[in-house]
């Protein structure tokens, strides 16, 4: 099974600062990778697939880069809204895997 | 709109079974791969399993198999996932989820909630 290490498990920052998530594919999964957002009792939304394609009606602040083995997701400046937490998803191969998640917190 | 419902969760017995549903609606059920992913309380995203649009194929995370069973209605637009010899581990919120074409998943029911539990 492909283990996905997601980092950091949190972190806290402010209105308009840039954050950085990063997935770790423990075999390649070349672009087979989304990111979710999840807030407190409500589904997953996704945000990116492909690794880098923008979910239609998400906002451009949220990006996705990488190939491969190592893969991010950047909000170019956090807004209110973005306080939650955060997964990548690797589809590339059977079982899919989740990583752990990322919480974002207020600062 | 494209909706996804899930039902049939509840508070139930180790050892015993329990069947939950997910109707779809909004697009064309019978076109799509369907998925179940579940959450532990205060718990990160589990995938659970997965059924092929013509349900020809299927594939479950290894601490269900044997146990779990997913299958589709296509002429009721409707997903199931037949859970038996259910254990406290299962204890989870479960969501039913669509796989666009190229993979991943898009679309999410709202969950339904199994409490394994004496």
């Known amino acids: 099974d492909i283990q996905m290490t997601q980092s950091p498990s949190s972190l806290s920052a402010s209105v308009g600062d840039r954050v950085s998530i990063t997935c770790r594919a423990s075999?390649?999964?070349?672009?087979?990778l989304g990111w979710y957002q999840q807030k407190p009792g409500k589904a997953p939304k996704r945000l990116i697939y492909?690794?880098?394609s923008l979910q239609s009606g998400v906002p451009s602040r949220f990006s996705g880069s990488g190939s491969g083995t190592e893969f991010t997701l950047t909000i170019s400046s956090l807004q209110p809204e973005d306080f939650a937490t955060y997964y990548c998803?690797?589809?590339?191969?059977?079982?899919?895997?989740f990583g752990q998640g990322t919480k974002v917190e207020i600062k | 709109q494209v909706q996804l419902v899930e039902s049939g969760g509840g508070v139930v017995q180790p050892g015993r079974s329990l069947r939950l549903s997910c109707e779809a609606s909004?697009?064309?059920?019978?076109?799509?791969?369907m998925h179940w992913v579940r959450q532990a309380p205060g718990k990160g995203l589990e995938w659970v399993a997965i059924?092929?649009?013509?349900?020809?194929?299927?594939y479950y995370v290894d601490p269900v198999k044997g146990r779990f069973t997913i299958s589709r209605d296509n002429s009721k637009n409707t997903l199931y996932l037949q859970m038996n010899s259910l254990r406290a581990e299962d204890t989870a919120v479960y969501y039913c989820?669509?796989?666009?074409?190229?993979?991943?998943?898009?679309?999410w029911g709202q969950g339904t909630t199994v409490t394994v539990s004496s």
């Open positions: 989820a669509r796989e666009p074409p190229g993979g991943s998943l898009d679309v």
């Open positions: 909004g697009f064309n059920f019978r076109s799509h791969g």
């Open positions: 059924i092929w649009y013509d349900a020809s194929n299927e």
């Open positions: 075999q390649g999964i070349r672009n087979g």
């Open positions: 492909a690794a880098s």
């Open positions: 998803l690797q589809y590339n191969s059977f079982p899919w895997t």
